[in-house]
Each structure stands twice: as C-alpha cells, then as structure tokens.
C-alpha cells in the first residue's frame, strides 16, 4: 500500500466533504452554535423562571370556615397573600390567574367545631386545591404547605410541652443519611448515564453522512469508476476513504464534546449563582477529569469510531444511491444506540461477557472513567474487543471494495451473495482471510467458548477447541478455496524439526517458566479470578480416566486446533503480504492476546515466536503441535502431580510456603537446549531452501 | 499493445440465470491503431472494456496491455491505460485544477512534475477560463475537455474510450474526434466502443463487431464489406447480426 495515495485520497474526500453545507452544518453548526444556544437560553429561562417566582406574592383564596389560627399562620409569611375570589368556581378562577390556590376546610359532619379543633388537640382537615400546570400556582402550593407543615411542627411541641409529655416519645429515630460516595463519583454517576450514549450517537451521526456520501453518493454520480481506473488498489482506495470517514466522525465527536462540557461549566455556573437548589442535589462541579482519563477516552474513541465508520460503510457501499443507502444506515444507527442504552440501566456492569460487548462495553467504560471506578484491566479489554471488532468491520469493507458487482452495481437492491464458486481456488489465503479467521475465532471464543468454560472448564476447553478453533480455520479456508494442506502446512517435515523442536521446547519450558515467575513478583500479578477459574484441574487427584481428560483438553486439542488456526491459517495469510520476520512476529503476538489475560499475554507471545519460527522454517506445522504439546503437556503433569513440581521451579519451603525460581543451573542448561533446539531446526529440519 | 486471448465475462445476478456478457472473445490492437467496437447496447462493449481497463476481472480467458497481464499487475496496466467512459465522470465539488490535481496523484506523479503537466495540458485543451472554478459549473463540453485532460494526465499508450461521443452535441463530439486522431497519430493504441456507425466508418483502422457477448467479425471497413456484400457498416452489421441470430435458433 502507498501511504502517499492514501493520503491523497483522504485529503481529497475531506475537501470534497467540508465543501458540502450539509456536512458543515451537521459538523460544525450543531455542536458550535446551537447547543450553546439551546442550553445558554435554556438555562437562562430557568434562571428568570426562578428569580420570577421567588419575587411573586402568592394569592389564596379561603373558604368559608378555614378557623383564624390558619389565616394568622399564612399570614406570617410576606409572600402569602390572603385574597377575596369565588371559592365556587376555583377551576375557573385558578385559569383565569386571578387567584394561585384555593384552602377550603375538609369535609367533617360538624363544620363548627372546625374554630376550636386545634385548641381542643384534634386534627383540622384542610384541602388546598391548585393547578399543577400552571408555574405560578404549584409554587403557591409548595410555599402555603411548607408553611403550614412548619406552623403544625410548632403546634405539636407545644401541644407536647403542655402535656408534660418530652418530644423524644414520638422521635424514637433520628436517621442521618450520609452518601460515601465521592462528590466525583456521584456526578460521574449522572453524567455517565447520558455522556456516553451522546458520545456515541455523535460519532455515528459524523460518520454517517461522509460514509454515505464517499460510497453510494459517489455511485450514484458516476464518479466511482474513475477513481478505479487509477493504479491505486482497492485496498488503498478503502483506506483513504475510510481515514476520512473516522476524521470526520473522530471531529464531531470530539466537537460535540468539547463544545457540551464548555456549555455545561458555564451553565453551571449561572445556576449555582441563582441558588443551590438550582443546580440540583449533586455538584457537578466535582466533575473534573484527569489528563490519563482524557487520554483513555480518546484511546476506547478511536477503535469505536473506527468499528462504526468501517461498519456504516460497508453498508453503504451495498447502496446505488444515496437515498437507498441511507435507509440502510438509518436501522444500524438506531441499533448501536441500543447498547449505549444500556449503560443507564441500573445493575449493568463491566465484568465478564459485557466486556466483550460491543458499543455497550465501551459506553460502559467511559462512565467508569467519568466516575473514577474503571480498572486496568476493563481498559484493556475494552480497547482490545473494540479494536477486533473494528478490524473486523474495516476487513468486510475491503472485502466488499474488492467485488465488482457491489462497487458496480447497476442494479438496485443487495447484491450481496455469498458463494463459494466465486473465489478463485489459491495456495494460500489472503492477509485479510486470515486476519477475518482471527477476529472470528476470537470472538466466538468471547461469546461461546467463555460461556461454556465457565459452566464447565474442561469439557469448555474441549469444545472452545474443537467446537470453535479448528472449524473456523478449516472452514474458513475452505470456504474461500484455499489448498489445505499447502495453506495448513500439513506435509511431513524432515525428521529433525521434531528433534529440534523437542529441544526447544524443553528449554523454553523452563525459560517461560521463569519469564512467569519475574512478572507475578514484579509486574503483574496473576488475578484471583484466573487461579480460581483453574481448580477443577486439581479434581481427583490419582484417577487416570480423569488425567488423560484433563491432558486431552488441556495438551493435546489446543496443540493441534490453536496450531491449525494460528501456524496454518494466520501465519500462511500474513506471509503473503508480509517479510516473514514480520508475518512471524505479528502471528506470535495475536497468539499472546487470545490468551486474554493481561499476565499471560507476554509470555505467551514468546512462547508463540518460538513456535510460529520453527512451523516456518521447517515448512510443516507437525514440529509446531509437538512443540505446543511438550508445552502444554508438562504443565498438565505438573498440576496432576505426576511429575514433582520441583521440576516446574516450585520449591515447597518448610511450613507450606512455596518458593518459586529456577537455580541458575537448571536456567543455563535450558537456555542452552533451547539454543541447540533452534541450530538443529535450522540447519537440519529446514525444508525451505528458498528461506535461506 | 492491447490483446485479449478467449476473454469471457459470466455475471451472476442475485436472481435469475448468469448472464455471459462477454463470451470467448479474441483481438489485438497495435501501437497507433484505432479499433473500434460496434454494437447494439447490450453487446458487451462496456464489460469487455471494463476488463482490458482492469475495472473488473475476467471469469476466463485473459487479457493484457503493453505485455502486463491485466489480472496479475492490475495496477501497473492501470499505469499504462487511459480510461474513459460515461460513467467516468468528474468530483462536482472540485475545481478542474484540483480534479487533475488529484489523479495526477493517484498515478504517482510528483508534485513538481505533475504542476508542469496540468499547466501544458491546460494550454492544450484550452482550459484556462474554467479551470479554476468548480466542477459543478461546467457545460457538458467543458467537462469533457477536462476528462480528455484527465486521461492525458501520465501520457498513457493505451487509451481505451467507452462511447466517448455519447450524449455530446456536435461540436464536442468533434473535439473527442480530433483528440482520437491525434492520440493515433502520436503512436497511442486506441480502443474505443461506439454505437454511431458514421463515427466509426470515419476514424477506425478497423473495426469489430460485438453482438449478444460475441465478436462476430473484424477487420478493416473494405474487409468488413466484402465479407457481408454490404456497402455500408450498418448494412454489414444488420446482416452479421441476422446471421448469428439465425445460427443460434437452429
């Protein structure tokens, strides 16, 4: 790909599109002018709305039989005033706005004890009637209630004094309420609920227009054609646009952002001028967000506006026109509104499979952050899925750049089908295949295969293998008329690739092993979820049927379905548009992050670069399933205690504790089967003469 | 400079049977011959063109351009082609200069380079008036000038012209026309569909009939004649056409 046609590309669709008033309008106008406008003028009407109540008097009418104590009660409060109106006709007189409320005394059978009632200790029934849509009278209510309850609060200590009897006897509790919550966290809390759907529904409405337009609007004008008579790929041409998509959706984001929380902060700050109560019960003041959390917004942003721009133009693009295209972005805009949805419902946290679920797991985040709660690891994870759905998404529109009867579709409607007459049989897969291969085996592994390790570990394992793995590698190639046994490596090698395969695994066995070791003491410690995760590999200790299970599910299947997936299918596609120091290593670390787990992710990436080197040099994935076996292999005979764990660097000291390392010795002596490992693969188990 | 060995196009439409578009077609164009390809619509012209311009592939047969096989370095025939067609046509929100501007890019021309070419090319196809405004403004003719600029951008030895004159009015019909002659004359192998048999008669070195994805016949006008005893193309072609339907009812 040349960077230089890409970025012509790009340029010239962000031209063409800042040139469109539409754009600019969605753009810039919305977040720059009128949201300052509507919440500025908002806030003001509120401001005025308020101060204008607090100045009127409020008017009420008494009617007949309300006892002289309540008038001299209202009467004590300045902004009460007592008028004369028909009492009758209140509806009436309260639309009318010659009066606020109506106090009429209660339905009772004898309506002249009503002037004695409260000298005698009884209860005075009273209505106050009112309309609740109009301003000016739901405040008189508020106002002669509070007022009233205060005067009746009076009238019991003093009915309670006279007695003799002490004000405790009908207090039995005095509740505090005290929120622990810091002043952060409660404002991240509201804000959180609304931010991050906003967020999200910003970067879909930025990409929206520009994926429409760069795709179906550029069909629709005949224009298409052009830009494919030009020596640039497909490839090049999906890049360039998509980079102009995400810069568009990326600035209205960010826009829209930067352009509320400015509006917010002086909206704040006008309403805690005219009074605490107006700003509400929580200081959203307290919201005040650190650089680091700034940046980890930005970091979850960028895959997120790369899934929803990658997504919005591949739909697009099925579309002749910009109409028709529209009507199918509209539904998906909607549907990824729903999980950003979600993120208000009370109880949905970020544990688990949420952390893998799209849109949903990052709006889910950002509320994390915005109330200081979010952990390393959701971070991670988050930025992890989000970035494979993204590749995924960016992976199916190249995929549908590249068929001609989408990019030049004459007729109307979904030209999609899926047929596997249409790919050209080949030797190996494309980059792209294998890369798709990875995305959805990863995300399967997600979805179902943490599903059905959590029910139940090994017979899980078995079937994330089996059941996941290997039918997506397989089938995939398949599908896409690919030579399995070229692509998967499947032929013999010489036979001292396993020799030397053998020895390096013995070595790297220790070596990672101790690689483990430094990193639980010094970097990352192994989380309590993962260790627990692993117990039912302890269970009945001694029974043989029960070994071989645990060895079948945790040796042999991974040895040969992850080998199949990752030396065949992925380290084969990547070799095709890569160096192969370059399709090695980048095979090696895809291999380290399906590991998931933070603390496993390096050394398994190390172990990965190892056993990606020796499938490519010796041209047969056979020495790479041996070398994944002895692996793996030696683990499970160590946790079953077949073999003593002394052999696995862990020395029980007196008392129980357990001293983990390597003597340097045993450190040496691995290092240097490793080494003879690597000389025999390379000298007497290559069969890529080309290779050398 | 051009050839298609067996070149076949089979579409296959969401519904509906496939359609052979282009069916097992030979030919070859020399450096400063102007091959024209006649035929009704839906004769293939466009899809047969669309392969040797790499827009799409073949589902057989192949084709190549200055020796470069169009399916295995798409990009470098591309290099080597200038594509025009009636769906080639010009970014509304873009100004002439920046239209050239941006293809020139796209074909890896370097800046200075390419600042010098747009300049000769406005002087040669006039378009100093209008090259600064956007292309939205242009009169038909005007567009046209600049996507015959456009073509010129990296001086292509292969032009490949899908009913280049389609819609024109006379006058720059006779721009294309006199643009054509001029590429031949230069050495450039051109292609170039048409349905106007006048246009053909007039500027073709020879000529080749494409009916129902078939080439049915070629040669030059006098060749194309005496095979059918026709006296003019129109004539020569009916009676081709009749022949091959005729043939395929049987």
């Known amino acids: ?181 810091p002043p952060k966290k409660r404002a991240g809390n509201l804000l959180g609920n609304a931010l991050p759907m906003l967020m999200i529904m910003m970067l879909g409405l930025g990409a929206f227009y520009p994926a429409v337009d760069l795709t179906a609007g550029e069909k629709e004008r005949g224009t298409f054609e052009t830009l494919l008579a030009t020596p640039t790929s497909r490839r090049e041409i999906v890049w360039g646009k998509f980079f102009a998509v995400v810069g568009m959706s990326l600035a209205t984001g960010l826009l829209n952002l930067g352009s509320m929380a400015i509006t917010l902060w002086f909206q704040l700050k006008q309403l805690t001028a005219a009074g605490p109560q107006a700003a509400g019960a929580v200081d959203l003041a307290a919201l005040s967000i650190t650089p680091l959390e700034v940046g980890l917004i930005l970091l979850i942003l960028v895959p997120l506006a790369v899934l929803i721009s990658a997504a919005m133009m591949s739909l697009a693009l099925m579309a002749r026109e910009f109409k028709e295209a529209s009507n199918y972005i509209s539904p998906f805009f909607l549907a990824i509104m729903l999980p950003a949805l979600l993120v208000s419902v009370a109880g949905v946290e970020l544990t688990g499979a949420t952390v893998f679920a799209p849109i949903a797991n990052a709006a889910l985040l950002f509320k994390g952050l915005l109330m200081d709660t979010a952990t390393g690891v959701q971070v991670f994870g988050v930025f992890m899925s989000t970035a494979c759905y993204a590749l995924l998404a960016l992976q199916v529109a190249v995929w549908m750049f590249s068929r001609e009867d989408v990019v030049l579709a004459e007729e109307k409607g979904l030209p999609l089908t899926l047929k596997r007459s249409q790919f050209v049989p080949r030797d190996r897969p494309t980059a792209g295949i294998s890369i798709a291969a990875f995305a959805i085996a990863l995300l399967l592994f997600f979805y179902v295969g943490t599903w059905a390790q959590a029910r139940e570990l090994i017979s899980g394992l078995v079937i994330t293998q089996w059941g996941i793995l290997l039918p997506v590698a397989v089938g995939l190639l398949w599908f896409v008329r690919v030579d399995l046994v070229t692509a998967l490596r499947l032929r013999l090698p010489r036979p001292m690739a396993f020799v030397g395969a053998a020895m390096m695994a013995l070595g790297s066995v220790v070596l990672v092993q101790q690689l483990t070791f430094w990193m639980s003491e010094y970097l990352i410690e192994t989380p309590e979820a993962f260790s627990q995760g692993m117990t039912p590999l302890l269970a009945h200790p001694g029974s043989i049927p029960t070994l071989l299970w645990i060895f079948f599910a945790v040796a ?99 008392g129980g504790a357990v001293e983990l390392g390597y003597p340097l010795g045993w450190l040496a002596m691995a290092l240097v089967l490793f080494v003879a490992g690597i000389t025999a693969v390379q000298t007497l188990g290559s069969r890529n003469p080309e290779n050398r | 400079m051009i050839q298609a060995v067996d070149l076949t196009k089979t579409f296959h439409p969401p519904r509906g049977k496939p359609v052979e578009a282009v069916r097992a077609v030979n030919f070859e164009v020399a450096p400063g011959e102007v091959y024209g390809l006649l035929g009704p619509n839906g004769a293939g012209k466009t899809s047969l063109l669309r392969m040797l311009g790499t827009i799409i592939t073949p589902t057989s047969g192949h084709c190549a351009v200055g020796g470069l096989s169009s399916v295995d370095d798409p990009v470098g025939v591309r290099r080597r082609v200038g594509f025009m067609s009636g769906n080639t046509k010009l970014y509304r929100r873009l100004s002439g200069r920046e239209t050239l501007r941006y293809f020139g890019r796209l074909h890896g021309i370097a800046d200075d380079a390419l600042a010098t070419r747009i300049d000769e090319l406005i002087a040669a196809f006039d378009l100093t008036d209008f090259i600064d405004r956007r292309c939205d403004s242009y009169s038909t003719g005007q567009m046209q000038r600049v996507s015959i600029a456009r073509v010129m951008l990296h001086d292509p030895p292969v032009l490949i012209l899908d009913e280049p004159t389609l819609g024109l009015d006379i006058m720059s019909s006779r721009t294309m026309l006199d643009f054509v002659g001029q590429a031949r004359d230069r050495g450039t192998a051109v292609i170039f569909s048409t349905h106007y048999m006048t246009e053909a008669e007039l500027l073709c070195d020879r000529i080749g009939f494409l009916y129902a994805g078939r080439l049915l016949a070629e040669g030059t006008t006098d060749q194309l004649y005496a095979q059918t005893g026709a006296t003019n193309l129109k004539d020569a072609f009916l009676s081709m056409a009749d022949a091959a339907d005729a043939e395929a009812a049987r």
Request: glycine share 6%; charged share 20%.
């Open chain 1, 1 to 181: 790909m040349n960077l230089r046609t890409i970025r012509t590309i790009a340029f010239k669709e962000l031209l063409e599109t800042l040139r469109d008033k539409r754009t600019l309008m969605a753009m810039i106008g919305i977040p720059l002018i009128l949201y300052p406008l509507i919440l500025l003028v908002g806030t003001q009407a509120i401001v005025y709305r308020q101060g204008k109540t607090d100045r009127e008097t409020s008017r009420v009418v008494l009617a007949q039989g309300v006892p002289a104590q309540v008038v001299a009660w209202l009467g004590e409060d300045e902004k009460i005033e007592v008028v004369q109106g028909d009492e009758t006709a209140a509806a009436q007189g309260l639309a009318d706005k010659t009066f606020d409320v109506v106090l009429r005394p209660g339905d009772t059978e004898d309506r002249d004890t009503h002037a004695t009632v409260l000298e005698d200790g009884g209860t005075l029934p009273l209505t106050l009637e009112f309309d609740s849509t109009i301003p000016r009278s739901a405040a008189a209510r508020g106002r002669i209630a509070l007022r009233l309850h205060d005067a009746a609060d009076a009238l019991v200590s003093k009915r309670l004094n006279d007695a003799g009897v002490p004000p405790a006897l009908i207090q039995p509790l005095d509740l505090q309420r005290s929120d622990l919550a």
């Open chain 1, 556 to 654: 042999v299947s991974p040895a040969i379905c992850e080998e199949v997936l990752f030396r065949g299918a992925i380290l084969s596609g990547l070799e095709s548009k890569l160096k192969p120091l370059a399709a090695i290593t980048v095979t090696a670390v895809l291999f380290g992050l399906f590991h998931i787990y933070l603390h496993r992710v390096p050394p398994t990436t190390l172990l990965g670069l190892a056993i990606t080197w020796v499938a490519w040099r010796s041209g047969s994935l056979w020495p790479a399933v041996l070398y994944h076996l002895i692996n793996n292999g030696l683990a499970v005979l160590v946790v079953r205690e077949v073999i003593p764990a002394t052999w696995f660097g862990q020395k029980e000291l007196p």
